[in-house]
């Protein structure tokens, strides 16, 4: 049996994510450069005994993966875009690159105090000089990594007067531009602690600095960990849409009460909703649907009505 095709003005498009071709493409940049200066911070690190420095290097190791993995979560989700098995989009690919990256961060803390721990207990020579050299070159890419990334990290406001914080941003880069921050915070630790030890004979303060910055990044990485994980479990119902879609459903003239709502996120700052009203008025879900429209945030809206009869039995339309 040959099943019919729906008219063309009642279909619509699923994609809801256009894309970040610009954060694909600095995103891998800032692979390249982060991979090169990964290599030379390490190998200066065993070699001039610089626990801070090593520390840096190594975590930056699992910054160049995340970076790698933001670029890959950008190209997937591209590709398959218009994939069918994908209910609403292949745009929480880049959400779940980003909650990826901060279990990275998380392993990255872990690992940077224990080595730095380890080095406060049993301290060693350290080749002051050329750590410094190293630090500073660390630093100056790192800088450059986070410039190219900086769009990523602004937080964004709608139409209708109200940012709805750290949820109106690409988390994909935002998990990039973190691991770049990171890093950058440790090479300054890394730079004032090698100072320190160099002229004040201070060599504590380089495992200390280590444990400083892995303070850091652990308070990052939640932070990364937080909202990404809310996006990925569609835990929205505290955003400021819910209320505003009460809002113009009470409000209406035609009188219904909300019987079910369920918001979640689609893409950056976009937002499907699925509305179960109660009424006894003679009304189409079309009416409530033109008048959540104003809302350019709403891409997706699926309403229900459930008419009251005399005899309060509901039926759907």
Same mark, same amino acid.
């Given at each position: 049996?040959?099943?019919?095709?729906?008219?063309?003005?009642?279909?619509?498009?699923?994609?809801?994510?256009?894309?970040?071709?610009?954060?694909?493409?600095?995103?891998?940049?800032?692979?390249?450069?982060?991979?090169?200066?990964?290599?030379?911070?390490?190998?200066?690190?065993?070699?001039?005994?610089?626990?801070?420095?090593?520390?840096?290097?190594?975590?930056? =190791?699992?910054?160049?993966?995340?970076?790698?993995?933001? +670029?890959?979560?950008?190209?997937?989700?591209?590709?398959?875009?218009?994939?069918?098995?994908?209910?609403?989009?292949?745009?929480?690919?880049?959400?779940?690159?980003?909650?990826? =990256?901060?279990?990275?961060?998380?392993?990255?803390?872990?690992?940077?105090?224990?080595?730095?721990?380890?080095?406060?207990?049993?301290?060693?020579?350290?080749?002051?000089?050329?750590?410094?050299?190293?630090?500073?070159?660390?630093? +100056?890419?790192?800088?450059?990594?986070?410039?190219?990334?900086?769009?990523?990290?602004?937080?964004?406001?709608?139409?209708?007067?109200?940012?709805?914080?750290?949820?109106?941003?690409?988390?994909? !880069?935002?998990?990039?531009?973190?691991?770049?921050?990171?890093?950058?915070?440790? =090479?300054?630790?890394?730079?004032?602690? !090698?100072?320190?030890?160099?002229?004040?004979?201070?060599?504590?303060?380089?495992?200390?600095?280590?444990? +400083?910055?892995?303070?850091?990044?652990?308070?990052?990485?939640?932070? !990364?960990?937080?909202?990404? %994980?809310?996006?990925?479990?569609?835990?929205?119902?505290?955003?400021?849409?819910?209320?505003?879609?009460?809002?113009?459903?009470?409000?209406?003239?035609?009188?219904?009460?909300?019987?079910?709502?369920?918001?979640?996120?689609?893409?950056?700052?976009?937002?499907?909703?699925?509305?179960?009203?109660?009424?006894?008025?003679?009304?189409?879900?079309?009416?409530?649907?033109?008048?959540?429209?104003?809302?350019?945030?709403?891409?997706?809206?699926?309403?229900?009505?459930?008419?009251?009869?005399?005899?309060?039995? %509901?039926?759907?339309?």
């Amino acid at each position: 049996m040959e099943h019919s095709q729906p008219d063309n003005d009642w279909t619509h498009s699923h994609v809801f994510n256009e894309g970040n071709p610009l954060a694909q493409k600095n995103t891998t940049r800032a692979v390249i450069l982060t991979t090169v200066m990964m290599v030379v911070e390490i190998v200066g690190g065993y070699t001039f005994n610089s626990m801070a420095l090593l520390a840096d290097g190594w975590h930056m =190791s699992s910054h160049a993966l995340a970076l790698g993995l933001s +670029v890959l979560a950008y190209v997937f989700a591209r590709r398959f875009a218009n994939d069918s098995r994908f209910a609403f989009g292949t745009w929480k690919i880049e959400v779940l690159a980003g909650y990826t =990256s901060a279990l990275l961060l998380v392993l990255v803390a872990g690992s940077m105090l224990f080595q730095s721990v380890e080095r406060l207990l049993s301290p060693g020579p350290i080749y002051y000089d050329q750590a410094i050299a190293l630090a500073f070159i660390g630093l +100056v890419v790192n800088i450059v990594c986070a410039w190219l990334l900086k769009d990523g990290h602004g937080h964004s406001h709608d139409t209708h007067g109200h940012a709805d914080h750290g949820h109106d941003q690409d988390l994909n !880069l935002r998990a990039a531009y973190v691991h770049v921050i990171a890093d950058a915070a440790t =090479s300054v630790l890394a730079i004032v602690a !090698l100072i320190a030890g160099k002229f004040w004979g201070a060599s504590w303060l380089d495992p200390v600095m280590g444990i +400083v910055g892995a303070i850091l990044v652990a308070v990052w990485a939640y932070g !990364l960990l937080r909202d990404s %994980g809310r996006v990925l479990l569609d835990a929205e119902m505290n955003t400021p849409v819910v209320g505003e879609i009460r809002q113009i459903i009470e409000s209406s003239p035609m009188k219904a009460a909300i019987s079910d709502l369920h918001v979640w996120r689609v893409s950056k700052g976009k937002f499907a909703c699925i509305v179960g009203l109660v009424t006894d008025e003679d009304t189409s879900p079309t009416y409530f649907r033109n008048a959540l429209s104003k809302h350019d945030e709403l891409a997706h809206v699926t309403i229900e009505i459930n008419r009251l009869t005399p005899d309060h039995n %509901g039926g759907t339309s």
